[in-house]
């Protein structure tokens, strides 16, 4: 069964910079897009950064230039690189996958900025 695993998430003061894992399992991952949603206290779920198979990146406007989306097909793992964070990435961050018409959702990681 398809199942995703996040990890390094954390606190980080204003300014600084955490890297998300999400280990993938379960299906052919080198064919799928691969996305990171977040959801902040009182808030919608939110896209955070989007990649293709082919290493295509969309990035919501709020994280532009501030996060870096990237996937490694040997070890069937995603990531997310955050740097410059600000108190208003204060989430919890999913890993997210659409196979099938059905979506699949790992744990969340939670990630607090603050000083």
């Known amino acids: 069964q398809v199942q995703l695993v996040e990890s390094g998430g954390g606190l980080v003061q204003p300014g600084g910079s955490l890297r998300l894992s999400c280990a993938a399992s379960?299906?052919?991952?080198?064919?799928?897009?691969m996305n990171w949603y977040r959801r902040a206290p009182g808030k919608e779920r939110e896209l955070v950064a989007r990649?293709?198979?082919?290493?295509?990146?969309t990035y919501a406007d709020s994280v532009k230039g501030r996060f870096t989306i990237s996937r490694d097909n040997n070890k069937n793992t995603v990531y997310l690189q955050m740097n410059s964070l600000k108190p208003e990435d204060t989430a919890v961050y999913y890993c997210?996958?659409?196979?099938?018409?059905?979506?699949?959702w790992g744990q969340g990681a939670q990630v607090t900025v603050s000083s």
């Open positions: 990649i293709t198979p082919a290493r295509t990146t």
């Open positions: 997210n996958v659409l196979r099938l018409s059905t979506d699949y």
């Open positions: 379960g299906f052919n991952f080198d064919n799928y897009p």
